[in-house]
């Protein structure tokens, strides 16, 4: 039963930046200008600005990117491997135009292992969005959707544009690795919580 594995899958936590550009130009303006008694030019500024936040866009940019536009999560590790979310909020490709879609992605999977078997979870919190697969990943499979069918998305650009916040979690539970000689090779940690909080910097 699939509703019950988010107890014993590790989740990491992915929240969009709602700040917009100029609240955080305006956050950096306001910062030097107590803190510091020499004058900062504008390029200076717009430096800091771009180290406020490890995202470089915001919710508003999600909310109106274009066909084909994507944005990527932080990094986050768990039992050995690396992963992140990728998020195109109107379309992967012309066909589905107006959709929003999600994968799970593994960053590299080691030379040695053949497949890893997943079972995953991804969920937008806001909406109640919440879909889970069994999923075998390997060097020319390194991602997966989030979508029920085919061709069936479970949410739509339209639906995500009335939202005031967006925070997607990934719950993954790894059921194996198999390597080159397709024997299973035993989990490198214990399937263990990782940090939600801040994963990328681990």
Not at 29 to 49: A, E, S, V, W
Request: charged share 20%.
């Amino acid at each position: 039963n699939d509703s019950s594995l988010a107890a014993i899958m590790s989740s990491f936590t992915w929240r969009v930046p709602s700040d917009d550009t100029h609240t955080k130009e305006m956050l950096c303006y306001g910062y030097t200008r107590k803190n510091c008694t020499q004058f900062f030019i504008d390029p200076l500024i717009h430096l800091f600005m771009a180290y406020y936040t490890a995202d470089c866009f915001t919710l508003r940019d999600v909310q109106r990117a274009a066909n084909l536009t994507f944005f990527v999560s932080p990094i986050f590790k768990y039992n050995g491997l690396s992963f992140y979310l990728e998020l195109h909020p109107n379309g992967s490709n012309q066909y589905n135009t107006g959709k929003v879609v999600l994968y799970l992605c593994v960053v590299t999977i080691p030379s040695h292992i053949k497949e890893i078997e997943i079972i995953y979870q991804l969920s937008l919190l806001e909406t109640n969005t919440s879909l889970s697969r069994r999923k075998i990943f390997d060097a020319n499979t390194w991602y997966a959707p989030w979508r029920c069918e085919q061709t069936v998305y479970p949410l739509s650009l339209s639906q995500i544009q009335k939202l005031s916040h967006m925070t997607f979690r990934a719950d993954i539970d790894i059921q194996r690795f198999v390597d080159r000689h397709d024997q299973d090779i035993a989990l490198p940690i214990a399937n263990a919580a990782v940090d939600n909080d801040n994963p990328a910097y681990h």
